[in-house]
């Protein structure tokens, strides 16, 4: 602490006065009266009063000479250094991560010592200074934009909070760079250095990184999942990390379906990952919570981030698709489209090495057909003839001229949910055949007949694509594995939330509801359910995935529900879980260490000072006026006994 005003301290010389006027004796009024006889003692103790007397204890003079070190301090102007800034225009970056979560904030977590810190910035810069709070969370946001009013910018800070997920560097920095036309301008980024911030793009102007957080002791689950192998039990396997240099006991606990299934002491190795497999799970299970706890005699224990204390997972029910393809020739069009496909498993074949009879759900005849189709759900491209479904008539073919003739003007007959996201309008075709299929729908057509038919016939599901892919430009259009996926999704629906079944903080989950689902309603881990309206396509996607822990999707038409699913949210990140604070960032390929020499300001202390002077003065006042109130009542004094 400093004083910007030392003469002031000369002040302290106005003990002196007020002490003297506590020794000198009091000075009594003269009474003229009849007779001095009653006023003997008074008498005698005048004549034995003497100028001054010894200083005694008391508190009245000792709340005066307080009142006056007080109001001499204020005077004084005491302060202390603070870092400043010399810019006119400052942005202030405020990492929002998991890891900021810490408990090592002294007092509270990092998030909070950042805003200390931030503020005390504020409170130190000029007047005309102007700042600019962005908060670097899952999302980037931009807290206040540039404003000298204080009141705003403390309302900002005081409305921020720590994220549970990771921070968005790349949009956060492009948020503060919105300025940089600005004759003064800087960065001040208050970070422990973790995530992806080392990966982050250059800024203009001056960067300054201000390190938050010392410790590095954490224990983490870093790895959740569930496997079951057809014929066997499902089988959990977990990941406990220990970032901290000490080892560490831990409780690791498994609960299935909300009930305790077991729990054992594990000593894991500072700095290392302990494996942990569980075969006890149990039959027809939804979702298992792995938590992480102290043992009642850990002491000190290492741990001072509880966010991923506890992970998640659900069963994985998932119907892994079997497509078997048989082509005369072979198709690399198709092997690939439906190769690329989520949860499908393609197997592909010749004709003459026949069908098999199970063990596909679906079947995809490629120019060819055998003299009786499998009783199964079939894709035909290029139908070379006609069959007990269908005929085939004439080959339409386009003009040699390149006139579109029958094979132009391609257009959907209607919105239909197998055709979801599926525009066929610009695709060139070189000819196509003529299928008629009372049973099928016609989803896509040409001015000379269908190219896409599909419908239900005889207990399956059936689609004809009536031309040869190879014919065509289709294969080059982004259209091609919409049109696969939308296809295979029809033969079999997706699950309600697509794999995988575990979710990062953040992530965005697209819902697949069935037909007719007019809404659907998301339950997430606090419980507070929401409503998504769907849209025409039928789709939905879920972007409020902020915290860890197990989310319900259901699907409703009207107020009934036809579909539910659990799926899981984890932090499941070792650059946050490392909480270890970085001693520098990679900015733009520089790096940016801490400058203890950076500008400083100062914090003025008067009001405080003067503020305790008034506080002690109506203490003082308080004192004075209750020593001089007059007793309210009297006690009469008892005549002295009569002598025997």
Not at 60 to 67: A, E, G
Not at 91 to 112: C, Q, V, W, Y
Not at 474 to 493: D, E, G, K, R, T
Request: glycine share 8%; no cysteine; proline share 8%.
């Amino acid at each position: 602490m400093t004083f910007l005003n030392p003469v002031a301290l000369a002040g302290f010389a106005l003990f002196i006065p007020v002490i003297l006027l506590y020794m000198l004796r009091l000075r009594r009024r003269e009474v003229v009266v009849s007779s001095t006889f009653l006023w003997q003692q008074v008498v005698r103790d005048r004549e034995a009063n003497t100028p001054w007397q010894r200083l005694r204890r008391n508190l009245l003079l000792f709340l005066q000479l307080l009142i006056i070190a007080l109001l001499v301090l204020a005077l004084a102007r005491p302060a202390v250094l603070t870092p400043s800034i010399s810019a006119g225009r400052t942005a202030i970056l405020l990492d929002a991560s998991a890891s900021m979560n810490a408990s090592d904030g002294r007092p509270g977590t990092r998030f909070e010592a950042a805003v200390r810190v931030a503020r005390d910035l504020i409170g130190t810069a000029n007047a005309d200074n102007e700042f600019s709070i962005i908060r670097a969370g899952t999302a980037a946001e931009v807290l206040t934009p540039f404003t000298a009013d204080r009141q705003a910018l403390a309302a900002a800070l005081d409305a921020a909070g720590a994220g549970q997920g990771g921070a968005d560097w790349e949009t956060a920095f492009t948020l503060a760079a919105g300025t940089q036309g600005a004759d003064s301008y800087s960065t001040v980024i208050y970070s422990d250095g973790g995530g992806e911030l080392s990966n982050a793009p250059g800024l203009p102007g001056e960067v300054r990184y201000e390190p938050v957080g010392a410790s590095d002791r954490n224990l983490a689950i870093t790895a959740l999942a569930v496997r079951a192998l057809p014929g066997q039990s499902p089988q959990l396997y977990a990941q406990v990390e220990n970032f901290s240099g000490v080892d560490a006991d831990v409780i690791f606990d498994l609960r299935v379906d909300g009930e305790l299934l077991d729990a054992q002491r594990l000593t894991v190795p500072a700095s290392s990952v302990l494996p942990v497999v569980s075969n006890r799970l149990p039959a027809g299970f939804e979702a298992v919570r792995a938590g992480l706890t102290a043992p009642a005699d850990a002491g000190n224990w290492p741990d001072d981030l509880a966010l991923d204390d506890a992970a998640y997972t659900v069963a994985n029910d998932a119907h892994t698709r079997r497509i078997l393809l048989i082509s005369p020739g072979g198709n690399r069009f198709l092997e690939q489209a439906l190769g690329s496909l989520p949860g499908v498993q393609t197997v592909t074949s010749r004709p003459e090495a026949g069908i098999p009879s199970a063990g596909f759900d679906l079947i995809v005849l490629d120019g060819w057909l055998p003299e009786t189709l499998p009783d199964t759900d079939l894709l035909i491209v290029n139908p070379p003839n006609s069959s007990e479904l269908f005929t085939v008539g004439r080959t339409l073919e386009r003009p040699a001229d390149g006139s579109p003739g029958p094979a132009g003007n391609i257009r959907s007959t209607g919105a239909d949910p197998r055709l979801r996201f599926v525009d066929l309008s610009g695709v060139n075709l070189l000819r196509f055949r003529d299928v008629n299929a009372e049973w099928a729908d016609e989803l896509v057509v040409a001015d000379g007949g269908p190219l896409l038919l599909a419908g239900d016939t005889g207990g399956r599901q059936v689609a004809i694509l009536t031309f040869d892919v190879r014919e065509s430009d289709l294969p080059l259009q982004i259209a091609f594995p919409v049109l696969m996926a939308s296809l295979v999704n029809w033969y079999a629906p997706q699950d309600l939330v697509a794999t995988p079944f575990s979710r990062a903080v953040g992530d965005a989950v697209a819902i697949n509801p069935e037909p007719g689902a007019d809404a659907i309603r998301i339950t997430p881990p606090d419980g507070e359910p929401y409503t998504l309206a769907l849209d025409t396509a039928g789709g939905a996607v879920v972007s409020g995935t902020d915290t860890p822990g197990l989310y319900t999707v259901e699907t409703l038409e009207g107020d009934t529900v036809t579909q539910s699913a659990v799926f899981a949210v984890n932090l499941f990140d070792a650059a946050e879980s490392d909480i270890a604070p970085r001693p520098g960032i990679q900015i733009g390929g520089e790096t940016v260490l801490p400058e203890p020499g950076d500008a400083v300001g100062v914090r003025e202390l008067w009001p405080l000072f003067a503020l305790a002077a008034l506080a002690i003065l109506l203490i003082e006042w308080w004192i004075y006026f209750r020593r001089q109130r007059a007793p309210s009542r009297f006690k009469p004094i008892s005549a002295p006994a009569t002598p025997a």
